[in-house]
């Protein structure tokens, strides 16, 4: 059963912006992390951004940082992520995850270290 919805991808022209959205329906108080990976055709799924359940820590990568925001609203169990200035080479298929076992204020890196995934959102930037 999948407990994370990830909704807000879309098409969109280089320099524009969208805003991802993931609601959490599952066991919100067990959530340790969460984070937005991207998956392009032939390539490896990668983090791009992550934020512990508090909020204390981010991640971004570094192709990433400046343009897109990671934040979560916890009475709504949602996870945000705002993307600006977008370039073609973002698109991809864009994953949320949740981390349900590592230590308080830690962000995973690696996708193998979150434990429920979202089905996924296209998100295609034109030049």
């Known amino acids: 059963q999948v407990h994370l919805v990830e909704t807000g991808g879309g098409l969109v022209q280089a320099g524009g912006s969208l805003r991802l959205s993931c609601e959490d329906t599952?066991?919100?108080?067990?959530?340790?992390?969460m984070g937005w990976f991207r998956q392009a055709p032939g390539k490896e799924r990668d983090i791009v951004a992550g934020i512990s359940w508090s909020g204390s820590s981010t991640y971004y990568a570094d192709s990433v940082k400046g343009r897109f925001t990671i934040s979560r609203d916890g009475a709504k169990n949602t996870l945000y992520l705002q993307m600006n200035s977008l370039k073609p080479e973002d698109t991809a298929v864009y994953f949320c995850a949740a981390d349900r076992t590592s230590r308080w204020g830690y962000v995973p890196l690696r996708s193998y270290e979150y434990e429920d995934w979202g089905e996924g959102t296209q998100v295609t930037v034109s030049s």
């Open positions: 599952g066991r919100t108080s067990t959530v340790r992390a």
